[in-house]
């Protein structure tokens, strides 16, 4: 069962043997809920968000096409997230703006988590994203292109950039 | 001061350390990292940080996540299967009686065929576990046999009782205990134990070789009697050997005489 690419299994799902689907919520669902965590900075929020984002691949499964599937899985989970962040910011954000909400905004309670956490915070949000995507999923660039809308050449630039942002913040706090 | 080249070398460090550069451009890179200084530096720090990202405890969710994810998979293949009857309803009613009156025939016969398979290896199971308990038994028979204590020994003569076709070791055991036990209750235990098989050649030739040493009268009547109910030849010679000793009780004599013409 390993040995099989998600496309594959995602492809039989869309035929109708769901209980494979159990194989890619095994593989996947921490990396999803580590993502929505990293963005929203809310444990509750990020597990009933992962849980939406499985029932979607449940429910649309017919409408998967042969493409890569974490782009799949992770352009669902963050609609998810946006869509949760417009319902709920509607009166005070405009619409069309990515706004997600910084983790912990008093610096005491920045000292619960770790240092390279508070670092993520530090950036903007859709520069996070890309980081938390590109670096702990380990999705690369073509995917990650997919996922945000945008070319992998740009991308690997703009992703090094980040990362040498993000690396001198980190130093700092050091 | 930076120069062009550094800043592309550095755009590059990413890639380079998870080992996504072609040949030729890690070539490059490391050819530049041996002249850079500032480049250097910079690999390493970037390196810091990418094992802090390796390192860093990932918040893991709950079960609860599991579980529900679990309870809405099969309630949506629930809901499957039943928009596929729907489809076969419509096809052919025929067709699906078919192959209802199929699917029970298969159940009755696969019910069949486990109900079979499974005594036959319940059979197989009882029949393992009353030899093992027969064994267990014995053992415990044998042992008992050698103990110190004489009532032990009666109760492991008695034992016998369990045994319907007792094997050549329980045998042998009783005729050591009726041949050269010390006590006579416990030799006569193992007579009577052993006059249940009298007619084996085998119990008859103990009984003749008790028959030429044993001084307790009860015995000794006990196997002239057993003896004369078999017809056995070779009991006469020590019977009239008894006869002509001084010490044998009179009325053992007297048993034997009444018993003698008894065997043709």
Redesign the interface.
Known sequence: MKALSDEIIMRKVAD?N??L??VL?DRH??HV??YL?KMSGD?ML??DL??DV??KL?KYRSSYKDGAFVSWLFSIARNNLKTHFTRNHKYHEPVDVLEYKTVANDAERQEDY????NALNQLSPQDRELIVLN??K?IRYEELAEIVGSTPGAL??K???I??K??VI??ESN | MKSEKDNFISSQLPAYLDGQLSPKEKQQVEDHLAISESCRKELEELRTLFTAFKEEQVQVPSDKLRNQFNQVLEQEKLSQSKVVLLENNKRSWASNLLKIAASVALLIAAFQTGRILEMEKSNQDVAAILEESLQIKQTAMLSLMENQSASKRIQGVSYIEEFPNPDEAIVEALAKRLLHDDNDIVRLNAFEALSGFASSEMVKSIFIETLEKEKNPSIQIGIIQTLVKNQEKKAVAPMQRLLEQEDTQPFVKNEIKLALPKII
């Open positions: 109708g769901l209980d689907l159990k919520f669902h921490k809920y580590n965590y444990a990020s597990e992962t849980q499985f029932y449940i770790g240092q390279l956490h670096r702990y380990e690997k630039t992703v090094s950039r990362l040498k993000l690396r980190y130093l």
